[in-house]
């Protein structure tokens, strides 16, 4: 009698284990889904984020570049006024 209740409860675990996986895979598909959305989500802010880093630096060389011909424009200024006479 005590095997028979034994076998009983361990089929009945066996056959509830089993009838719940069908929502478990359901459940791990779907989080495996949002997984993947929010990694290629997360690749093109990355992108994004890289392209404005590389446009971040070329607008510091351009500022740079501009700086250097503002000195050089005003040196040239300079030396006119000193040698111009009336």
């Known amino acids: 009698m005590l095997l028979r209740n034994i076998a009983v409860a361990g089929l009945s675990v066996l056959a509830i284990g089993c009838a719940n996986t069908g929502d478990l895979e359901a459940k791990v598909d779907s989080l495996t889904n949002k997984v993947d ?3 290629n ?4 802010l990355e992108s994004k984020v890289d392209s404005a880093a590389s446009a971040a630096n070329d607008a510091k060389a351009m500022a740079k570049d501009a700086q250097m011909a503002a000195k ?3 040196s ?3 030396n006119m006024v000193s040698t111009y006479k009336k």
Do not use: F, G, I, M
């Open 76 to 78: 040239k200024v300079d």
């Open 37 to 39: 959305s929010l990694s």
């Open 72 to 74: 050089e424009a005003k």
């Open 41 to 44: 989500q997360v690749s093109a």
